[in-house]
């Protein structure tokens, strides 16, 4: 089976809370990229990061960081001190090496209020 | 800055109508994609391209076409309007190499609504 999940629908915090988006993935393949993209109200999709099946170092870039973990099937994403151009809907997305289409997860719709 | 362009943003047709998207790349990429978004769906790939004149189906090419005339564009193409096609089509390009890692490059979106 091939999927990614991503469980949580819309998600509201407050400004400068801490917030994690969660992704699961199923994948049969060893070799295989994971995407998290973000989509604010303008609707194009920017890249936001990819990461490889044979690196699970976390990643971090100013107040965004990505928590890799194989044991789990999971590529999670966390903003800190969240603000209010965070709001987006956010996806995550499968590349497998055997499979030339993206598996995309259904979005987090994530909302900051000031 | 690369760009990916798609000539409409908000479009509205009748059901039955012939409607054409259209998305420009200027990146020489030669790979292009058409999905298709709805609230809860997340992104369905309609159809692909990976060359001139090249096409392949995706998850829900029914009711769809597409055109590959030149390596920059790539037309989407209802060929009878319904309302079931309501929907924000997103247009997004990659290279050939890294086909497997690289990401997608994407339109702003078309939000069409056929009534």
Same mark, same amino acid.
């Given at each position: 089976a091939q999927k990614v999940t991503q469980a949580q629908t819309e998600i509201s915090v407050v400004e400068k809370e801490d917030v994690t @988006?969660?992704?699961? $993935?199923?994948t049969r393949d060893t070799t295989y990229y994971l995407f998290w993209y973000k989509q604010p109200p303008s609707g194009e999709l920017v890249f936001l990061i990819r990461r490889n099946s044979f690196?699970? %170092? #976390?990643? +971090? !870039? *100013?107040? $965004? !960081? =990505? #928590?890799? %973990?194989? !044991?789990?099937s999971s590529f999670n994403f966390t903003i800190t001190a969240s603000q209010v151009v965070d709001s987006a809907v956010y996806f995550c997305a499968l590349s497998e090496y055997s499979n030339y289409q993206l598996i =995309? *997860?259904? *979005?987090?719709? @994530? +909302?900051?209020k000031p | 800055d690369v760009k990916v362009t798609q000539s409409s943003r908000y479009l509205v047709k009748r059901t039955g109508e012939k409607v054409f998207l259209e998305c420009v790349q200027d990146m020489d990429h030669e790979n292009m994609f058409w999905y298709r978004q709805d609230p809860g769906l997340g992104l369905r790939l309609i159809y692909f391209s990976y060359d001139v004149k090249m096409k392949e189906k995706g998850d829900i090419p029914e009711g769809y076409s597409v055109s590959r005339e030149k390596k920059e564009r790539f037309s989407l193409i209802l060929e009878s309007a319904s309302t079931?096609?309501?929907?924000?089509?997103l247009c997004a390009s990659k290279p050939r190499q890294g086909r497997f890692n690289s990401p997608l490059h994407f339109g702003n979106g078309t939000r069409l609504t056929v009534t």
């Open positions: @988006l969660d992704c699961v $993935y199923e690196d699970e %170092q #976390n990643e +971090i !870039s *100013g107040r $965004y !960081s =990505w #928590n890799f %973990q194989k !044991s789990t =995309w *997860g259904a *979005g987090t719709k @994530l +909302i900051i | 079931n096609q309501t929907s924000m089509y």
